[in-house]
């Protein structure tokens, strides 16, 4: 497992409530397959609480990328506190890679990939990966989210999918209403007929879902009342976001 103490370099605001921050590779090989999580350390945080200064979170940049981006949802914590606020070129300690929540190796058949929320972070390294390295397997991504406001990535991932012929991205909002601006794209929550109406047949691919507990839990229930077999079924909870 590599150890290494990168300067953050950029931090913006990705959606309403979540920010990414890129940390420089300054030349260095951190080689990783995307779906993976890093170790993330701050040393000397700004503020500290009972959660500590240690967090695992995975990892939202391409491993063609120069840096290492990570993403969260902004709910006030030390830790986050400390992201939002620390002067650009703080050292944080990242270790890793690690988790096995990859793509499988060989190309032959579909692969559906459904999250919810901060649950799209490894999907946009996977995604993002594919586009640039122009991967033969077949992608799906249904991403859910309440309003496009809260969307992480959605600009990014609307844009592989024109860069992309194999990769078909459908987004869903359960909440369009609570917009402040117009939506015309899916909506409703991703249950076995959302699942059906959208891929037909199931049967082939194989399915990835990450997010909040609930989420991860209401998904896996969808996809097995669709008729998908459990060992066709992958599966990352964030939980403590």
Avoid: C, H
Wanted: glycine content about 10%; proline content about 8%; aromatic content about 10%.
């Amino acid at each position: 497992m590599l150890r290494l103490a990168l300067p953050l370099v950029e931090r913006r605001e990705v959606a309403q409530g979540t920010m990414s921050f890129a940390f420089g590779l300054e030349g260095q090989a951190f080689p990783f397959k995307p779906g993976q999580f890093n170790t993330v350390t701050i040393p000397d945080p700004l503020y500290q609480d009972d959660e500590g200064n240690v967090r695992s979170l995975s990892i939202a940049s391409s491993p063609s990328d120069p840096f290492i981006l990570i993403a969260t949802r902004m709910r006030g914590s030390a830790f986050k506190r400390t992201l939002a606020e620390v002067p650009l070129g703080t050292r944080v300690t990242f270790s890793g890679p690690q988790g096995s929540f990859t793509l499988p190796d060989d190309a032959a058949g579909p692969v559906v990939l459904i999250a919810g929320g901060i649950g799209i972070t490894p999907f946009r390294s996977m995604i993002k990966y594919a586009t640039e390295q122009r991967l033969p397997r077949a992608l799906t991504l249904i991403y859910s989210n309440r309003t496009p406001e809260e969307a992480p990535f959605l600009d990014d991932l609307a844009r592989w999918q024109t860069e992309n012929p194999r990769f078909r991205f459908v987004p869903t909002m359960t909440k369009p209403e609570a917009s402040k601006q117009s939506w015309t794209g899916r909506t409703g929550y991703v249950d076995a007929v959302f699942l059906r109406d959208t891929l037909g047949a199931l049967d082939r691919s194989t399915f990835y879902a990450a997010g909040p507990p609930g989420m991860v839990a209401g998904v896996t229930q969808a996809l097995a009342n669709a008729g998908v077999a459990g060992d066709q079924i992958r599966t990352e909870e964030f939980s403590g976001y």
